[in-house]
Each structure stands twice: as C-alpha cells, then as structure tokens.
C-alpha cells in the first residue's frame, strides 16, 4: 500500500490524484474498513521531524495526504513531482457527503464549545441523512471517556479537531476501539460551522490561502514561520540530492 509514497524531509506521502483518493476512501467506507487519515502541511513535517514518536505516527497512517502548496512545492524542488494538493477541509467535506449520502453514523470531536455545537447544527440542518452519534468539544480532561463513547456507538467516520499532534496521538491510541474512518482535521470545524471564512476561491487557485489567514490572523505568524525554515532546508536537501 506503501510502495508509491514520496519523503519529504522524513515525512512519506501517497501521491494520488484527489479522484484516486477518494475513490479509495468511498471502497473503505462500504467495506467498512479501519482506516486512519493523516493531512500534513510544512508546520506538521517540520514537527514530525523533531518528532520521532509523531513522525512514526504519521508515516504509519494509512492515507498521508499532502495538505499546503508547500509540500506540492517541496516535492517538486526535491525532484518527486506529486499530483495535486488535498487539503484537509475538502477531505473533511468529501467525508461529510460520503456520510449523508450512504447513511453513516459520524462522530466529531474537538474545537471549542460554540464551534463544535455551530457544527453539530450544521450537520442536522444540511447532511438529514447522516446518523450524529455523538460530539464533544476539545475542552476535556480524560480522553479514555470520549473512547469509550466512540466505543459503544461505532460510527463509521470520525473527526477530530484536537491540533496536531494531539489528534494523531487521540487517533493512533484509541483506533483499535472501533473500525471506522479516522482523521485529524485541525481547524477544520472553525470554517465548518462558519466560525472563520475559508479564503476565497480566487486565492485558493493562487495558492495564497495561507497568505489570506495571516491577514486575517496576524497571530498565527509565529507559526508561518515554520513556511521559510520548511522551504530552506528542503532547498539543502535538493542540493544534496543533486
């Protein structure tokens, strides 16, 4: 399943087309396979790298999904061209539709409170046909708790908004409690559940999402600084490879 995957700075990547990917996704669904879906961007392979035990994590998924124009961009400089960014929230509402067109229970866990319950009514008023089994917020002290829920009500979908790598160690733990489709998806519930606008589509297709939520956020700039330290030593590593 490994074979094809592309290592950018120690973290291994499916090169699919986005159709390939959720063609597979759609099989696991029906066939109601364990599967877990990881979406890095430069800020997660950086901290993978740092990382052992997040970077074994990851790499042992069972999708890696390049999420960020900079791995596309990294990926190219490295010489392993890959197909097409896959960014975690079209995952996340691909999974969605998947869920209200085959009548899947889905389970979400993560975000803050209002967030997390805009997306809870989101889902109610627009996917009818999907089972909600159950949501809770990030906010909780013992995650065993939320396990055991996810235990007993069996949803074919999970998603979990807990940060990386919060999410993935949530996933990796407990993914043998119930055969489903697990992902992290980050900050994904925030544009969901309309908390936060997604960058319009002109600046999607320019690649300047990013770009979009700095302004938006001028907060997040400590961490697009991961972007230039990312960019750098993929630039080291092309240089080496040559």
């Given amino acids: 399943m490994h074979k094809n995957r ?6 291994e990547f499916d ?21 877990f879906i990881v979406t890095p961007n430069p800020e997660i392979v950086l901290s993978a790298r740092d990382n052992t035990r997040f970077s074994n994590i990851v ?34 509402m691909f999974l969605i539709n998947q869920a209200n067109q085959k009548h899947l229970k889905l389970y979400m866990v993560g975000a803050k409170p209002e967030v997390i319950n805009a997306s809870a009514a989101r889902i109610k008023k627009e996917f009818p046909n999907i089972d ?7 906010y909780f002290k013992d995650d065993g708790i939320i396990a055991t829920e996810i235990a007993e009500k069996q949803p074919d979908i999970i998603l979990v908004a807990l940060g990386s ?15 489903a489709v697990w992902i992290g998806v980050g ?11 997604r960058a319009p589509k002109v600046v999607q297709k320019l690649s ?6 700095l302004v938006k956020e001028p907060t997040r700039f400590g961490r697009m600084l991961a972007i230039p330290k990312y960019l750098h030593l993929i630039k080291k590593e092309s240089k080496n490879n040559n």
Avoid at 187 to 197: A, L, N, Q, R
Avoid at 208 to 213: A, D, P, S, V
């Fill in 6 to 11: 592309i290592n950018i700075l120690g973290t």
């Fill in 15 to 35: 090169n699919f087309t986005q159709d390939q990917f959720h063609k597979l996704v759609s099989t696991d669904l029906d066939n109601h396979a364990n599967k």
């Fill in 59 to 92: 790499n042992n998924a069972d999708y890696v999904i390049p999420d960020g124009i900079g791995i596309i961009k990294g990926a190219r400089m490295l010489g392993t061209p890959m197909h097409e960014r896959i960014t975690g929230f079209d995952t996340l």
């Fill in 132 to 138: 909600l089994v159950g949501y809770h917020d990030g």
């Fill in 165 to 179: 790598p919060k999410q993935e160690y949530f996933i990796n733990k407990y993914r043998d409690r119930c055969t």
């Fill in 187 to 197: 900050g994904s519930f925030d544009v969901f559940s309309g908390t936060k606008k």
């Fill in 208 to 213: 300047l999402e990013w770009f979009y939520r």
